[in-house]
């Protein structure tokens, strides 16, 4: 094993940042991206660069982990802007919203109708046909106050 590692060399470098970046594209998450990057820079640089093969992975695993941070910051400064930012996130859209008891609120529960759908709401105790407010989205429930 040694012995391999000891003769592991530029083109190694190369061709794993390669098929990295190629296993990218059939699972993109994004993360095999950084390691591919990673390895090609290594390979590159051992080009011009007489370097133990311990070098070369430390190298690697420097650039690997310095990648996450970098790729965080050029993310968050490049985030999407949309016209419906609670696509995926229905009961955040909810809030401030005055709905109908469908029934009461008992012990602290109930549930409301919306559209097609209804919801568990939590929040003081109401008969049914009361108006109620959402005042925050905690996962799949609201809760409610009333209106």
Known sequence: MIEWLAKFGTWNWLVIGLVLMG?????????????GL???????LSFGIDWSWQTQIIVFAILSIAAVPLWRSVARRN???TDNPHLNRRSDALVGRTFTLDKPIVDGTGT???????????G???????????????GASLVVGLA
Do not use: C, M, N
């Open 112 to 122: 409301v109708r919306i559209d097609d759908t209804v919801w568990r709401v939590s």
């Open 38 to 44: 990673a390895a090609l820079v290594v390979g590159v």
């Open 23 to 35: 296993l990218e594209l059939i699972a993109p998450g994004v993360f095999l991206l950084w390691l």
């Open 79 to 81: 985030a999407a802007v």
């Open 124 to 138: 003081p105790d109401a008969p049914a046909g009361s108006r109620v407010q959402v005042v925050k989205s905690d």
